[in-house]
């Protein structure tokens, strides 16, 4: 079946870096672009960028800007997104979702989302 | 940007009632690119509806959208006890894509 399979829970420390993977499976990886969504504790979901796993295009959410890099692997079909210089309030569930259309020019709805992954920033 | 303003911010009804959720832009959404998902506690969101009101694959037809340019509405024709959970609506016509700060409907 379709589904995309995430890294497991971190803590970093203020001022650390994060990456998060993503494996997809079950369907073509370089079809379909994917976001990265996060959602911190209570709150509601942030879009913080996409990139095509055709091309490697990306696009990121501008407060994002300067610390978010989104990479793909096409010979695993994973996903990667690091974030660095990481603040408390990057404490949140991370989320990767998948294009809703093949060959998306940007992001676009998400019909398959991986399974979150808890990064939590504490000193 | 575009901001998505939901309301009301939290529904109380019953099981086999009608719902009616709105998604209000700021600006107009570019050829109706939104989308509604349901996310319930501890889990991903689930894809409802898209372009404003074709419903995602396995989605029950109690589900429906409307709406264009800046007024889009999520109708939930009669709630089921499984229906009673968080939505977000999300527009994808223009960067960067933005989600609504969602709507909790809750068991009356």
């Known amino acids: 079946q379709v589904q995309l399979v995430q890294s497991g829970a971190e803590v970093k420390k203020p001022g650390a870096s994060v990456k998060v993977s993503c494996k997809a499976s079950g369907y073509t990886f370089t079809s379909y672009g994917i976001s990265w969504v996060r959602q911190a504790p209570g709150q509601g979901l942030e879009w913080m960028g996409w990139?095509?796993?055709?091309?490697?295009?990306?696009n990121y959410a501008q407060k994002l800007q300067g610390r978010v890099t989104m990479t793909t692997d096409t010979s695993t079909s994973t996903a990667y997104m690091e974030l660095r210089s990481l603040r408390s309030d990057d404490t949140a569930v991370y989320y990767c979702a998948r294009d809703l259309v093949v060959y998306a020019m940007e992001a676009d709805a998400f019909d398959i989302w991986g399974q979150g992954t808890m990064v939590t920033v504490s000193s | 940007e575009i901001v998505l303003t939901q309301s009301p911010g939290t529904l109380s009804l019953s099981p086999g009632e009608r719902a009616t959720l709105s998604c209000r832009a700021s600006?107009?959404?570019?050829?109706?690119?939104l989308a509604w998902y349901q996310q319930k506690p501890g889990q991903a969101p689930r894809l409802l509806i898209y372009g404003a009101s074709s419903r995602a694959t396995g989605i029950p037809d109690r589900f429906s959208g409307s709406g264009s340019g800046t007024d889009f509405t999520l109708t939930i024709s009669r709630l089921e006890p499984e229906d009673f959970a968080v939505y977000y609506c999300?527009?994808?016509?223009?960067?960067?894509?933005?989600f609504g700060q969602g709507t909790k409907l809750e068991i009356k």
């Open positions: 990139i095509s796993a055709y091309n490697g295009n990306t």
């Open positions: 600006q107009s959404v570019s050829s109706s690119y």
């Open positions: 999300q527009q994808y016509g223009s960067s960067p894509s933005t």
